[in-house]
């Protein structure tokens, strides 16, 4: 990505933050922190046939600053990881990432906020647990955004977030770019009067995203343009001091152009439009030794590495159980849906699904240690075909506090 290189990227990272931070730098933290990781996968590829198996070593270090006063919220985040492939080594690489976050309540009633996050890595299973996506090449980009709160009445606020996003993604014959922009008004109001200890919620979304995808090999070339609209509502309520439940359902507009070349000559160019719905649930507990998280979606968005976006079903499951205060135990579970049909090339079509328990310890409070076995099995509806991936990783890490 030449515009959006990694020096690049991290000079307007710490342009963005050390500049502000400067005038209030005393009371704010500095953590360097460096760890280990080992890992064993069955599938470092995630094929679904001729699986290798290997051993990966990670070593990262990195920096995080945090800042927190009566009206600035700051923090910043630099990690740079490399990776080392016991029999594979032409897949060893180095990867990082940085963000920088920054909030500034002005008034009681009004708020700003901004961010920017970078991200240059080559996993293909890095978001699989997220996204429940595969992905293939090495990928670079990057993320903006704005925004700002205001208290419209006592019990009424309102919230306009602007989003600019861009990657690349390299891969042996294929480059795939990405671009979205992404503007979100939400509103709140606490309706306790009425129902006790309830928040409504009013959403509307608007995103523009492009896909090019081009191939080395040859000179084909294909465009994908989306407008997608979404409206929902619904409401948060706390069930008792310990349960929050959350529900939203509304309604999606998408509008897609799609366009294929082969050099300058335009063999395809057509728009196709879709109506869906948009749903987001959950329940969460937080208890003394429980920390308990449920949750259930269906929406639009725009997504790394499948050339366009895709309707997203997910539900997940996520537990934390405290044993004492040092060591917890871990289990998440998830289920994805990504689809996508399209006029061009071939429908997308995948679920996956992730299971990974686990478990973390802190000790000589500087040095936390913690393993995970994620097994996660990808199914390609399209072609029917399985891909799957045992997983077992141990990290140790250590924080230097200044």
């Not at 198996?53 to 990881?81: C, H, M, P, Q, W």
């Not at 016991?86 to 060893?92: F, G, H, I």
């Amino acid at each position: 990505m030449s515009e959006f290189n990694f020096k690049c990227l991290m000079v307007l990272v710490l342009c963005f933050t050390l500049s502000p931070l400067q005038a209030f730098a005393e009371p704010g933290k500095f953590v360097p922190f460096v760890s280990i990781k080992q890992e064993y996968s069955d599938n470092i590829l995630f094929t679904t046939d001729n699986e290798e198996e290997d051993f990966i070593t990670t070593a990262t270090a990195g920096l995080t600053y945090s800042y927190d006063s009566e009206r600035v919220d700051a923090k910043i985040n630099g990690r740079l990881l490399h990776l080392f492939y016991k029999d594979n080594d032409q897949l060893d690489t180095t990867d990082g990432n940085a963000s920088a976050i920054w909030n500034y309540q002005y008034t009681e009633k009004l708020g700003f906020g901004a961010s920017i996050k970078y991200r240059n890595d080559s996993k293909r299973d890095r978001d699989t647990d997220t996204t429940g996506l595969v992905l293939s090449g090495d990928r670079e980009g990057a993320k903006f955004t704005v925004s700002s709160n205001y208290m419209l009445s006592e019990l009424t606020k309102g919230e306009i977030e602007v989003f600019y996003g861009l990657e690349e993604i390299d891969g042996i014959y294929t480059e795939e770019d990405n671009d979205t922009i992404n503007i979100n008004l939400n509103f709140s109001k606490n309706l306790s009067k009425t129902f006790k200890n309830t928040i409504g919620l009013l959403n509307f979304s608007y995103m523009h995203y492009t896909s090019d995808y081009e191939t080395l090999t040859t000179t084909l070339n294909r465009n994908y343009a989306s407008d997608v609209m979404q409206v929902y509502a619904g409401f948060s309520k706390d069930l008792t001091e310990l349960y929050n439940f959350y529900l939203q359902a509304g309604a999606s507009y998408t509008d897609t152009k799609e366009t294929t070349k082969i050099g300058n000559i335009v063999i395809y160019d057509q728009d196709d439009d879709n109506l869906g719905g948009v749903l987001l649930a959950g329940l969460n507990y937080g208890g003394l030794y429980y920390d308990i998280g449920f949750s259930l979606s269906h929406d639009v968005r725009g997504s790394s590495g499948t050339n366009g976006t895709v309707e997203r079903s997910a539900v997940s499951l996520n537990i934390d159980r405290k044993v004492s205060d040092d060591f917890f135990l871990t289990f998440d579970t998830s289920c994805y849906l990504n689809q996508n049909e399209r006029k061009t090339s071939a429908d997308l079509d995948e679920f996956t699904f992730n299971v990974q328990p686990g478990f973390r310890y802190r000790f000589w409070d500087t040095f936390t240690f913690s393993g995970v076995y994620r097994f996660t099995s990808v199914k390609d509806k399209t072609n029917d075909s399985v891909s799957e991936r045992n997983l077992i990783y141990f990290v140790i890490k250590k924080d230097f506090e200044l």
